[in-house]
């Protein structure tokens, strides 16, 4: 994740549910715990042309855990986060999962494109950083799947996500 808000479109939460629940639709898999990198690795590629990942060091990519250029299809994933995700590490899936939602949600956007400034007050709907994270909570953590039982503990061990990401979840059921 960047973190470079640009201002963008707006998207409810409910269409980048619905965008998360295709894409899980497409996987086979409509409210189990997700394989990510599997999504990376064998989905993306199967129905997005010239689709690409690709990892690059720390050292390359600085403080970006990932980093999407949606108009070339590629990916770019820190490979401290591409092991972590495949192991399993809740922060490195969402990282994966956010990317994923900045190439389905972000095409047409020059990557110049109104960054917002720091100060300024932007809707989250409009922001590009929002709708990343909405989509990776959002695709991991499917409302489908969620209990009046749920607990953040449970969601969080269920669906292989940070309990941050559980609360979040929870409180948009």
């Not at 401290?80 to 956010?98: F, I, K, N, P």
């Amino acid at each position: 994740m960047s973190g470079v808000r640009r201002k963008v479109e707006p998207i409810s939460r409910l269409k980048i549910r619905e965008v998360a629940t295709l894409l899980r639709e497409l996987v086979g898999n409509k409210d189990g715990y997700l394989d990510i990198v599997g999504v990376l690795e064998f989905t993306l590629p199967k129905f997005i042309k010239d689709f690409e990942y690709e990892f690059r060091t720390e050292q390359e990519m600085g403080s970006n855990l990932g980093l999407t250029i949606p108009d070339k299809n590629i990916i770019f994933l820190r490979e401290d986060v591409y092991d972590g995700a495949l192991g399993g590490d809740g922060h490195h899936r969402m990282t994966v999962a956010h990317e994923i939602g900045h190439l389905l949600l972000h095409k047409n956007i020059p990557s110049s494109f109104a960054r917002i400034d720091p100060k300024e007050s932007v809707p989250a709907y409009n922001c590009s950083e929002w709708q990343a994270n909405c989509f990776g909570g959002e695709l991991l953590v499917p409302h489908k799947g969620l209990t009046i039982t749920d607990d953040p503990t449970s969601v969080s061990r269920k669906y292989g996500v940070t309990r941050k990401a559980a609360e979040i979840q929870l409180s948009k059921k």
